[in-house]
């Protein structure tokens, strides 16, 4: 077997040395904790968000969630192979769109409101105009775009005309819609790319991913710009701090986690009373509340400051598969195995 | 087989990740040897743009943490009153699940 040459050699030694660095440069800034900076906060009450909508109507299992820009309608994906856009103020369905193929893994609603997305096991990524029916009645499908070569784990619309979708072969792909084309595509990860979070001012996005790492990436480059190490197990879900200078991962490892940007570092940690991993997490709208859904069929909630567990939601039956915040903050939308929609507010 | 697993036990960090899946995964599917040894070939190249990349982000220039909360705390503060799930709704004319007593023109 022959050995390593030279510059492989030289090429680790360096890997090393610099991860050794950014370690140290990480400690040098760190000099305060999360928890003991907020200290003298007002402590915030036990959550008391309460189920105001039951969303039935799908028969399988609900693996995905997502809240249109006008913080009204949502869109739910089931392994019964159809996407719900519902009415979440009036409980009502807005549209049953019957799709090609039932594994359906994620959805995505534009912010305007006036497209959906899903994606799963097909390995592709199909966009619908909720304005406009096909010959058959159902939500025109504008866009199927292929060419994965793993599930799609993800997408969000960046605007009507461009969507970022995360998929198993460990790839980032931006496609302009309009030309039917990719834009971007760039291998991001060592591991399924498994959720995405566009930053407020759309400028940058997080990812997270099985290899147990988030990254940083800027929307226009193809490099990453940060990535953050502590999560012990798959990253199953991140979302953006509402004030653009950090993120919240929930992860397999059991732990919920903010990292924050401009630091580089992990700045909170947080557990649950129980055992059980996290699939998905959100924030509040000014980002004091940190909810995540869990294996254990509830959504955990925690003071961000104090990092300090403030209650669970407990109504899902079985595991909760999403959850997603609506963007004025006035309730949050979780979907379960259990076939149900909740809205809690 | 098992030498070129030993050999990258050299490499440590998150970033070594990568080969490592790379290599466990040429040899878990049964590749030869010669196989394995030109995946690593691409695997070097990898590990320049894995190396390359890591230099890039030890250079980045990171703010003390104490100022990161503070504008964290901040931004929470200045915008808690707005967040529904943390303070309920003001009024109940802005909750839009509340019961409806007379029709209302959407």
Redesign the interface.
């Known amino acids: 077997?022959?050995?390593?040459d030279a510059?492989?050699t030289a090429?680790?030694k360096?890997?090393?040395d610099?991860?050794a660095?950014?370690k140290a440069?990480?400690e040098?800034?760190?000099?305060?904790?999360?928890a003991e900076?907020?200290g003298d906060?007002g402590d915030?009450q036990r959550?008391?968000?309460v189920v105001?909508?039951s969303l039935k109507g799908h028969i399988n299992k609900v693996n995905s969630v997502h809240y249109s820009g006008d913080s009204?309608h949502c869109v739910t994906g089931s392994l019964d192979g159809k996407l719900i856009i519902w009415d979440?103020?009036s409980g009502n369905k807005v549209q049953v769109i019957p799709l090609r193929s039932a594994w359906v893994m994620s959805v995505a609603f534009a912010p305007s409101g006036n497209f959906v997305a899903c994606g799963g096991m097909d390995n592709m990524c199909t966009v619908y105009d909720v304005n406009n029916r096909d010959a058959t009645g159902a939500a025109k499908m504008v866009r199927e775009l292929a060419g994965y070569e793993g599930f799609l784990s993800s997408c969000r619309f960046l605007d009507d005309t461009h969507i970022m979708t995360g998929s198993g072969d460990m790839k980032i792909c931006v496609w302009d819609l309009e030309a039917g084309k990719r834009e971007v595509d760039f291998n991001a990860h060592?591991?399924d790319v498994v959720s995405i979070s566009l930053a407020p001012d759309m400028k940058t996005f997080v990812t997270g991913s099985v290899?147990?790492?988030c990254k940083l990436w800027d929307v226009r480059a193809e490099?990453?710009?940060?990535?953050f190490?502590g999560h012990e197990a798959d990253v199953n879900s991140v979302c953006y701090?509402?004030?653009g200078?950090?993120f919240a991962t929930a992860s397999e490892d059991k732990t919920a986690r903010l990292f924050?940007i401009?630091?580089?570092?992990q700045?909170g940690h947080y557990t649950p009373p129980g055992n059980a991993g996290f699939t998905s997490c959100g924030l509040?709208?000014?980002?004091?509340?940190l909810l995540a859904g869990s294996d254990d069929n509830s959504i955990h909630s925690w003071d961000?400051?104090k990092v300090a567990h403030t209650g669970t939601l407990n109504a899902h039956e079985n595991r909760v598969t999403s959850i997603s915040?609506a963007p004025?903050?006035?309730?949050?939308a979780s979907c379960s195995w259990d076939q149900s929609v909740r809205?809690w507010? | 087989m098992n030498t070129l697993l030993e050999r990258h036990q050299g490499c440590s960090g998150g970033y070594a990740l990568l080969l490592e899946y790379v290599v466990c995964l040429a040899i878990n599917i049964g590749l030869s040897d010669t196989a394995v040894m030109d995946m690593m070939v691409s695997t070097l190249q990898q590990q320049r743009s894995v190396t390359e990349q890591l230099r890039r982000e030890a250079a980045i220039k990171r703010i003390p943490v104490s100022v990161a909360v503070a504008d964290i705390v901040r931004f929470i503060s200045e915008h808690e009153q707005e967040d529904c799930l943390l303070v309920g709704f003001t009024s109940q004319k802005v909750n839009p699940f509340r019961e409806k007593s007379s029709c209302t023109v959407l």
């Open positions: 077997m022959p050995k390593d510059e492989t090429l680790k360096e890997l090393n610099l991860i660095k950014c440069d990480q040098k800034v760190a000099d305060a904790k999360l900076k907020c906060m915030v959550i008391r968000l105001k909508k009204r979440t103020w060592a591991g290899d147990r790492t490099k990453e710009k940060q990535t190490f701090h509402p004030g200078q950090a924050d401009r630091s580089d570092q700045l509040s709208f000014s980002g004091r509340y961000t400051l915040i004025n903050g006035i309730a949050l809205v507010g």
